[in-house]
């Protein structure tokens, strides 16, 4: 699941750096907006840990968990960016990162198809 997460706030923190390098901010209020994002994108992973929890039995390495953090992430990125979502409905993006996170804790990934990744 770190993994997941991982990919998920790499991707997350791209818009996070272009608005701190945009606006003037103390070095203190960045520091709590840092904690605040990094505990505000661990809601949608839960999606994950849930599904888990509930006896999800699929498989996957960190690569194909980085991989997937990023793509769900993009995939939410894009739903604002191409106005499917507006700036207020966050909330409405946030419950289907975590519908996705759920469903992908269930997709069977055979381990002899990713060593033939490596």
Same mark, same amino acid.
Request: charged letters at 10%; glycine letters at 6%.
């Given at each position: ?18 608005v701190f390098s ?12 840092? *904690?605040?994002?990094? %505990? ?9 840990? =849930?599904?888990? @929890?509930?006896?999800? $039995? ?8 980085i991989l997937a ?17 507006s700036d207020t409905?966050?909330? *409405?993006?946030?419950? %289907? ?9 269930? =997709?069977?990934? @055979?381990?002899?198809? $990713?060593?033939?990744?490596?």
């Amino acid at each position: 699941m770190l993994y997941l997460f991982l990919g998920y706030v790499i991707t997350q923190l791209y818009p996070i750096a272009e608005v701190f390098s945009r606006t003037d901010i103390a070095p203190s209020a960045m520091f709590f907006a840092l *904690i605040v994002f990094i %505990i505000w994108s661990f809601f949608p992973v839960l999606g994950y840990a =849930l599904a888990k @929890k509930l006896g999800a $039995l699929g498989h996957s390495n960190h690569i194909v968990l980085i991989l997937a953090g990023v793509v769900i992430a993009l995939l939410e990125n894009s739903l604002s960016y191409f106005n499917f979502l507006s700036d207020t409905q966050h909330d *409405i993006g946030t419950a %289907i990162v975590f519908i996705l996170f759920f469903a992908f804790a269930y =997709l069977p990934f @055979k381990r002899a198809e $990713l060593a033939s990744l490596k």
